[in-house]
C-alpha cells in the first residue's frame, strides 16, 4: 500500500466533527466511530464540551457506538471529557499504532469495516485508521481557523507534505475515495 493511500482519508468532512450526521453514517453503512479528542473534539486549550457537542453525542450514540482513543497521557483530561459525554475512552493510544483502535472496535462488537476513526491529523488519526482497515473521516480542527494556522504548525506540515505525496484533501462528502483504484 503506498503512502498516498495511508494518508488518503476516506472522507473529508469539510468541517468540525459537528458536521458529521446519522445521513453520513447511514450513506457509508457505519454502526462505530472512534473519535480523537484534543482538537477533534475539543479545541486542546478547552477543559469541557460545549453544550452543542453534547447534543451531537446524544443524537450520535442513536445510530452508531462510540469510544474515544487519545494520544494524550492525561487521565484528568481525557477521562473529564468521556464524563461529560458518557463515553468510554483509551487513553495513550500512541497512534498512529492500531492496538487502542482494534481494541475499541472489538469493544464495540463490530468489524473494523463498520467503524469509522474520525479525527483532524493525517498522521496520526487517519494513518491509524487506514492501517487497520476503518473507514476514515477527517475534521477540521475545532478552533478558530486562524488561530489554528498559528498554532499548529505539525498539522500544517502534514497536509502540506500529504499534498505534496498526492492526497487530496478536497472536500468528498458525497464522494469516497476508492482505495482501489489510487
Not at 479545541?43 to 460545549?50: A, C, D, E, L
Not at 458518557?86 to 469493544?107: D, V
Not at 497536509?159 to 492526497?167: A, R
Amino acid at each position: 500500500m503506498s503512502k498516498r493511500i495511508l494518508l488518503q482519508p476516506d472522507l473529508v468532512l469539510g468541517g468540525t466533527i459537528i458536521n458529521l450526521t446519522p445521513n453520513i453514517l447511514e450513506q457509508h453503512q457505519l454502526q462505530g466511530l472512534i473519535l480523537d479528542v484534543d482538537e477533534t473534539l475539543v479545541s486542546i486549550t478547552t477543559p469541557k464540551v460545549s453544550q452543542e457537542l453534547k447534543q451531537w453525542t446524544i443524537a450520535m450514540k442513536q445510530v452508531a457506538n462510540i469510544w474515544l482513543v487519545s494520544n494524550n497521557l492525561s487521565r484528568n483530561r481525557i477521562g473529564a471529557i468521556a464524563q461529560e459525554l458518557e463515553l468510554p475512552y483509551f487513553l495513550g493510544a500512541k497512534k498512529p499504532s492500531r492496538r487502542k483502535l482494534r481494541q475499541a472496535a472489538a469493544q464495540m462488537n463490530l468489524p473494523v469495516e463498520k467503524v469509522a476513526m474520525v479525527g483532524d491529523r493525517l498522521f496520526t488519526d487517519v494513518l491509524a485508521g487506514n492501517r487497520l482497515g476503518m473507514f476514515t473521516i477527517l475534521v477540521e480542527p475545532m478552533a478558530d481557523p486562524v488561530i489554528a494556522y498559528r498554532t499548529h504548525p505539525i498539522r500544517n506540515f502534514e497536509v502540506w507534505l500529504s499534498q505534496k505525496l498526492g492526497v487530496s484533501l478536497a472536500t468528498n462528502q458525497q464522494n469516497v475515495i476508492n482505495r482501489n483504484n489510487s
